[in-house]
């Protein structure tokens, strides 16, 4: 055995749990580290705290005299807290995040020094930001964006550094990061909703877009990971052959979590809670090693910042505990991958959810509208929702062998599919008292409050309503939340100002009631979009073929799927409600067919240095091996020594065989590489790194892994499957 895996084995198999410490009450610490409502009654004046919330809950601007006040108050509570540094937070569109962190410490005359921190410092940065990818938006001449505070996020202390989270953007204005158009859309989508809301309720002032994200990932033992570059490199095991036991016995979905990893889980939960993220659930995942962590939903800027941070804070926390955490989508084949489903709902000013259903007609009305406008959104722009969640990555999920398909379809049970399909028989034009009375009772009144029905969901949907949200759960784990619900804010704000628009019309054209022309409008849009609602499997060929028939898209990899995003119609969409403008969309998809096409070439890369450098020597090792033993038995043996070394030289063959496949795999493989790297537009090397390049991956790996089974383990180099999924 090489000694890197036996070292890596015998580490991980005298692992003990690393004790922690947890509160008794979760409760007590729970946002301590984080400058929220009562830190800031605590150490901000009355006018400042006054301009913080007005600011959050009316978007109104901070003045640069308030500022400093508030600056002094935070960096007060950050030094009370323990903190010497301050960093502004912000996520550019690597879909990590960053950090630079300056010290509170500066020196004044006299050789003095003091702890300082401006209300210039917290409103603005200037990061040297040219190494972060731009799309071509800033020209080197023009080589500056900046950082400014947002103050609907709160800014958090994490180790001894104050995060102040931030937007980044260009000097000439344009969007460099994830969070500006997330919070561009969440503005859309406010305006858009509180208009339709106040059709049921005039108290309504403000609607925010709510979110709860469910992580999945691996965790595997450090030293295992560190033994397989593959791992260390891509997150993601390029070869390998599957273990014996998988996961079909289903013994560890829900199952006991073992010692080790529930110590990590409360270890990270500790921290979520000092970082004001709460988290809620945890229990393994359906494959081996794989878990789950949710928190309670948030307004979905911050629930955004939440999972970037938690995701570092996990990394971080594995660290203690001798994990490597993967969020890859599919770090293991054959085994479950990992999404990152996102729950998504709309709820009031006034405390309701309006994808909730209610407990009178009028408010399963104004239920069955937000629901009705979200399907019809889905249904306009379910090319955009498959391109917002595309990734290298995420292609393994959508339109590999694992649910949810490339195909966005609704699943929506089939209790509301008997409604819908009521609602579309009401006449058109004016509705007769009976008809209302009859629909109100038994149709919209139908509709019961609780509908979280478990046996009543489908697992293969990639957007599926459960009971009083909407679950996107196409979403890969590595993502950030930012994109997917940024498009999916900006399909429905649209969808919302469309149907108030004819709605009106209705009203003052045709003089119908409001309620007549609601479910007037209503009904036209059950029966316009009908093509997008699914309810079967959507696994099967079958829904393939249907789909193909309805006209849906059904984009299998990513730079397909990315056309989607400088379409017109996307375009169009954008600029309308000012989230984007058509450079930065551009200069987007630019940054996101190049990332695509890095990912396959570090990918081929490793692939081609593990199969060289670690399989195909092992795999001569081995064979000198049988060599000496077949030269042994022709001694002994004589000329009647091939019966006796029969299967001998049928390996000895087929490692051959085998190697030298690899060998022309990985010829041919660096060839279509270096064809595309020569390529100069972006779009087009993505689609050779895909067309061309990544087919080989599973060529390569199919004759590396019938080495594996064929080898000595004794001699194998790389922590197999096995190990890397059953060590506790
Ligand atoms: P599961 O989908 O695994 O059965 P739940 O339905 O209990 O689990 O909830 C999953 C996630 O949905 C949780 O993160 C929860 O906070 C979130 N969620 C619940 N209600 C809403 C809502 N109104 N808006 C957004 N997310 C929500
Ligand atoms: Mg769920």
């Not at 409001?514 to 499997?537: H, P, T, W």
């Not at 006796?644 to 030289?649: G, I, K, P, S, T």
């Amino acid at each position: 055995m090489s000694t890197l895996r036996f070292k890596a084995l015998s580490e991980t198999f005298n692992r003990k749990p690393v004790p922690v410490t947890e509160p008794a009450r979760r409760s007590e610490i729970f946002g301590d580290n984080v400058f929220n409502e009562k830190a800031m009654r605590q150490y901000l004046t009355k006018d400042s705290y006054k301009s913080v919330m007005e600011a959050i809950d009316k978007g109104t601007k901070i003045d640069r005299g308030v500022a400093d006040h508030i600056s002094t108050g935070m960096k007060e509570w950050a030094i009370s807290k323990g903190a010497t540094h301050y960093t502004h937070w912000f996520q550019p569109l690597t879909g990590a995040t960053a950090e630079k962190h300056d010290a509170f410490f500066e020196t004044v005359e006299g050789g003095l020094a003091i702890e300082k921190f401006g209300g210039g410092q917290l409103v603005q940065q200037e990061p040297d930001a040219s190494s972060f990818p731009n799309g071509g938006i800033r020209n080197t001449f023009e080589a500056r964006g900046y950082t400014a505070w947002d103050p609907t996020s709160p800014a958090f202390i994490y180790g001894t550094t104050l995060c102040i989270p931030t937007v980044f953007v260009a000097y000439t204005g344009e969007a460099l990061d994830n969070k500006t158009p997330l919070l561009r859309s969440l503005q859309s989508i406010d305006q858009a909703a509180t208009a339709v809301a106040k059709y049921f309720d005039k108290n309504v002032t403000k609607v925010v877009a709510t979110l709860g994200w469910e992580q999945e990932y691996f965790l595997i033992d450090k030293s295992l990971a560190a033994a397989r570059p593959d791992i260390s490199l891509a997150g993601r095991t390029l070869l390998g052959h599957s273990s014996a036991k998988g996961q079909q016995l289903d013994d560890h979905y829900f199952g006991s979590i073992p010692t080790r990893v529930l110590n990590y889980m409360r270890d990270l939960e500790t921290e979520c809670m000092h970082l004001g993220v709460p988290v809620k659930t945890r229990h393994n995942e359906v494959a081996p090693n794989q878990f789950e962590l949710a928190p309670i939903f948030e307004e979905a800027n911050l629930a955004v910042d939440h999972n970037s941070l938690l995701m570092d804070v996990m990394d971080k926390v594995a660290e203690r505990h001798n994990f490597k955490v993967l969020f890859h989508e599919k770090p293991f084949a054959g085994i479950n991958g990992s999404g990152k489903h996102n729950n998504w709902s709309l709820a009031t000013s006034t405390g309701v959810n309006l994808l909730g259903p209610g407990s009178t007609p009028m408010k399963n009305l104004q239920f069955l509208t937000f629901f009705i406008n979200t399907i019809k959104a889905v249904n306009e722009y379910e090319e955009l929702l498959r391109a917002s969640i595309a990734s290298a990555s995420n292609d393994h999920r959508l339109g590999a062998n694992e649910a949810p398909p490339a195909i966005i379809s609704v699943f929506i049970g089939s209790q509301l599919t008997e409604v819908l399909d009521e609602l579309e028989k009401v006449t058109s034009g004016k509705l007769s008292p009976q008809e209302k009375t009859e629909l109100k009772l038994n149709v919209v009144g139908k509709i019961p409050e609780i509908m979280l029905d478990n046996t009543d969901r489908n697992r293969t949907s990639p957007f599926a309503f459960t009971g009083n949200k909407f679950e996107f759960r196409a979403v890969g784990s590595t993502a950030n939340c930012a994109n997917p619900m940024t498009v999916l804010n900006a399909v429905v704000a649209k969808q919302l100002v469309d149907f108030k628009k004819e709605v009106d019309a209705l009203i003052a054209n045709k003089k119908m009631k409001k309620d007549d022309a609601i479910f007037n409008v209503l009904r036209e849009y059950i029966k316009q979009s009908k093509r997008i609602r699914f309810e079967g499997d959507g696994y099967g060929d079958a829904w393939e073929k249907e789909a193909k028939k309805r006209g849906l898209s059904n984009n299998k990899t990513t730079p397909l799927a990315l056309k989607a995003k400088v379409s017109k119609k996307a375009i169009a969409l954008f600029e309308e409600l000012g989230i984007l403008n058509k450079v930065e969309i551009e200069a987007r998809h630019e940054i996101e067919v190049e990332e695509y096409a890095k990912r396959i070439q570090i990918e081929g890369r490793i692939l081609g240095d593990i199969a060289r450098n670690h399989v195909v020597p092992t795999a001569i090792r081995y064979q000198n091996i049988l060599i000496e033993n077949v030269r042994g038995l022709k001694e002994i043996y004589g000329t009647s020594f091939k019966k006796v070394a029969a299967e001998q030289m049928h390996l000895i063959e087929s490692i051959s065989n085998h190697i030298e496949k690899i060998n022309v795999g990985i010829n041919k493989m660096i060839d279509e590489r270096k064809k595309a790297n020569t390529m100069t537009d972006m779009e087009k090397r993505a689609f050779a790194y895909c067309d061309k390049v990544k087919p080989y991956f599973e060529e390569i790996r199919y004759h590396c892994d019938k080495l594996e089974l064929l080898v000595d383990d004794e001699l194998w180099p790389l922590p197999k499957y096995r190990e890397l999924l059953f060590t506790k």
